[in-house]
């Protein structure tokens, strides 16, 4: 008999880890199977089947696809450690106009007038435009995590402050979900253990006359008749 699954499929950088651990906390009888997923390929993937959902950035192309999203990434710039935009710790766009820098083809953040003087050369991934940057080629504007992710000791970073930041999202297929999608987007949007968005809304709390009539009902409903506020019982005549 096959165990139950639900695949999750994420782009370099995203962080699944946290999810990944409440997941096993509340479903420890189901795998929650991680698959790193280019970030080109994201979509295609939830749309496939390949995956059940997908952690992604945005924009991208997803017809097809309800999305939900998560949070805004920084953007930074990626420099050598000895460069000199490492003498602060905020860069602005205008710090960067006359800075080479470097725009691989799998690029994720989308500015329209980013500052700069391109590279003639464009780096298949940025993976290796981090080892052109390493190398002095120039600087590597970048969301924050794929800074980190690629990490080396003889390079840095610094947050652009008026840069577009890159928004992350959930992706799933359009429609009705199953259970363990429903499950995990309530994880990832923080909802408690045996909550659930189809729960119904607690009733509106009553005001006090709508409560004295629905007492006055209740007794009228058990034949017994309520006298008037302030007045004796009426005598039939």
């Known amino acids: 008999m096959t165990r139950p699954s639900l695949t999750l499929g994420y782009v370099p950088g995203g962080t699944p880890a946290k999810w990944a651990r409440i997941w096993a906390q509340r479903r420890p009888g189901i795998r929650l199977e991680l698959h790193s997923v280019a970030a080109a390929d994201a979509a295609d993937q939830v749309r496939a089947g390949a995956v059940d959902v997908a952690l992604l950035r945005l924009p991208t192309d997803t017809s097809g696809l309800a999305t939900i999203p998560l949070y805004d990434e920084s953007t930074v710039a990626v420099v050598p450690a000895d460069h000199l935009l490492t003498a602060v710790d905020e860069l602005t766009a205008a710090d960067l106009v006359d800075e080479p820098t470097l725009l691989p083809l ?3 953040v ?5 500052p700069g003087v391109p590279v003639d050369h464009r780096p298949e991934t940025t993976e290796g435009a981090i080892e052109l940057v390493a ?6 504007i970048a969301p924050q995590s794929l800074a980190r992710l690629y990490h080396r000791k ?3 970073y610094r947050p652009i402050v008026d840069a577009p930041t890159c928004p992350v999202a959930l992706a799933i297929p359009e429609g009705p979900q199953s ?9 990832v949007r923080g ?5 659930s968005r189809t729960q119904a809304e607690p009733a509106p709390k009553r005001s006090a006359r709508e409560k004295t009539l ?3 009902a209740a007794r009228a409903a058990a034949g017994k008749v309520a ?6 019982a009426r005598r039939g005549r």
């Open 214 to 216: 629905a007492k006055q």
């Open 135 to 140: 190398a002095g080629m120039g600087a590597l």
């Open 106 to 108: 799998d690029d994720v």
């Open 179 to 187: 259970e363990l999608v429903e499950e995990f987007i309530g994880i």
């Open 227 to 232: 006298r008037k506020p302030g007045g004796g």
């Open 110 to 114: 989308v500015w329209a007038d980013a």
């Open 154 to 156: 003889d390079l840095t």
């Open 191 to 195: 909802r408690k253990p045996g909550s």
